[in-house]
Nanobody
Framework: QVQMVESGGGLVQAGGFLRLSCAAS????????MGWYRQAPGKQRELVAA???????NYADSVKGRFTISRDNAKNAVYLQMNYLKPEDTAVYYC?????????WGQGTQVTVSS
């Protein structure tokens, strides 16, 4: 049973920063692609950032220059450093991992940015 466990969400003022962490366990296959998605109330879940096992990254335009995704392959962990947070970044953030066979999601962690 693969588990993706997130941590690091919380309440922060606009302009502040947070760091999200996600650790995957139980996979018998390499987790090639790891990423962060978010879902705000009344909106669809959207990609925030993704990173391959080789370190290639992709970001949503809305977070470029403010968020940085990184990973530790040895720990099957992915991180999201979020700087200069804005109220519109408020959402539940989900960690996602993809192997050649399956996709796995974390339970989500709430990020709230107050103005």
């Amino acid at each position: 049973q693969v588990q993706m466990v997130e941590s690091g969400g919380g309440l922060v003022q606009a302009g502040g920063f947070l760091r999200l962490s996600c650790a995957a366990s139980g996979s018998n296959f390499a987790i090639n692609l790891m990423g962060w998605y978010r879902q705000a109330p009344g909106k669809q879940r959207e990609l925030v950032a993704a990173i391959t096992s080789g370190g290639l990254t992709n970001y949503a335009d809305s977070v470029k220059g403010r968020f940085t995704i990184s990973r530790d392959n040895a720990k099957n962990a992915v991180y999201l450093q979020m700087n200069y947070l804005k109220p519109e970044d408020t959402a539940v953030y989900y960690c996602r991992g993809a192997t050649a066979r399956s996709v796995y999601w974390g339970q989500g962690t709430q990020v709230t940015v107050s103005s």
